[in-house]
């Protein structure tokens, strides 16, 4: 996490290491303003922070740091927009797949707290390149914001697209994923593990895709469906520019 807070361009306030950690790490050890690293006994580190097992170093982050989430940014046109994200491993692998994918930044009802310290060991320290905006409250204030704030978005010419099990929402219809105009501004939202997308977000937004799948399993967890679908737009890309280049 900390060479991914590097990559980022900033820097820890403070780190805790132990001779051994740095013996093991030189590379890393040159990269860091050596200014910042108080080196510590594994007692010490071991009694200032919350892992079972540290891995001999620990560092104190500003919050100044995380990437801050603008509105009006006009470059952005891929949102990932997870609603009320229980899990957080499921949300940091989110957080992962998303910067792979090349997602702008993230929109957060609720859910797991990308700064908690599961979510940022499972992101592998993604977070510090993804500008996010977390809704806080409860669920009818969250979901009025997220509605706001989506709406926005699509009237500045994103398309919003709702996830849902292909077993699930017969009702409505649904499109396989790869159906969508994918090079369109885009805004992806994917639902919380156990009752997928909020009703008000899905009826406020027509537009449904799926991954079909055998009927045999109901639905896909969340962080997995994630993967083909936010890499779908690489995959487009990437072939749009070889046809023009051949």
Not at 79 to 84: A, C, E, Q, S, T
Request: aromatic share 6%; charged share 20%.
């Amino acid at each position: 996490m900390i060479e991914e807070m590097l990559k980022s361009g900033n820097h820890p306030s403070k780190i805790l290491t132990t001779e051994k950690w740095l013996d093991k790490n030189e590379d890393l050890y040159q990269k860091i303003d050596q200014s910042l690293i108080n080196v510590v006994s594994e007692e010490v580190l071991a009694s200032a922070v919350s892992t079972k097992n540290p891995d001999g170093v620990a560092a104190l982050v500003e919050i100044s740091s995380i990437p801050n989430f603008d509105f009006n940014n006009i470059e952005d046109d891929f949102i990932l927009v997870l609603d009320r994200i229980q899990d957080p491993g499921n949300m940091g692998n989110l957080f992962r797949t998303a910067l792979a994918a090349g997602v702008s930044k993230i929109l957060l009802a609720g859910g797991a707290h990308p700064l908690g310290q599961k979510v940022l060991r499972a992101s592998s320290g993604s977070v510090f390149h993804l500008p996010f905006k977390r809704f806080d409250g409860g669920e009818e204030e969250i979901i009025n914001s997220l509605l706001s704030s989506l709406d926005q978005f699509s009237k500045n010419g994103f398309q919003i697209i709702s996830t849902s099990s292909h077993n699930k929402n017969l009702y409505k219809s649904q499109k396989p994923y790869w159906e969508i105009d994918w090079s369109k501004p885009t805004a992806l939202i994917l639902g919380n593990e156990g009752n997928g997308i909020h009703k008000r977000i899905q009826e406020a937004f027509n537009e449904t895709i799926t991954i079909p799948h055998s009927e045999l399993v109901e639905s896909l967890n969340v962080a997995c469906v994630a993967v083909p679908l936010l890499l779908e737009r690489k995959r487009v890309t990437y072939t749009s520019t070889s046809r023009i280049q051949k």
